[in-house]
């Protein structure tokens, strides 16, 4: 049951702070490639960024989930990882096909976030070293790193909430809001079970690995 329960909290959605929520609106271009529909009625700034952003972050996310299907020791964590990796995978898809339709580029210039803190995404060293783990030595720090992970994705998810404008990019959000901090529920409550500790900080406190 916790299993299941755990693919429900990741399945829940299909679907760092944004970077400014400009003063100007803009109403979508048309269909999106794909055949993802677009995002309909106007967005800003804060949503064009609030997807550049999240882009990436989930595609990480994926990537380091992936890595339990062979690594892991425990059957739960596996699953939790194969359903994040899915659906998060399904996330992009939807976001990239609203920027398109927005004939927005699906990424910002470079340094485009550095006054806001840069890209809220896991570093390269800490993957690295995360891959090269296996069995409970793994589990242990994936599901930390993902926990600091998905606790980005809360911090951007509420902003785009505060600053965006479109309404299905704001609900997309919101369920993302949920979704993490259910993940985030459920990982720390594994992690108690096997006497391990989790991270200090919270959903929304910004907290990195």
Known sequence: MRCLALVLAVAGVLGTSACGAGAVSHRHAGPAAGGTAPAAGPFNAADVMFLQMMIPHDRQGAELA??????????????????????????????????????????AEPHAHDAHGGLHATSPEEAVALAELHGAAFDTRFLNVLIAHQHNAVDMARTEVRTGRNPQVMELARRIDRS?????RQMLTELSSWGVPGPAKGPGSGGRP
């Open 66 to 107: 992936t890595l339990a299907e062979t690594r892991s020791a425990r059957e739960r964590v596996r699953t939790l990882a194969a359903a994040i990796a899915a659906t998060q995978g399904d996330e992009v898809r939807i976001m990239a096909g609203w920027l398109r339709a927005w004939r927005q580029p699906p990424e």
């Open 180 to 184: 993490r901090s259910e993940q985030i």
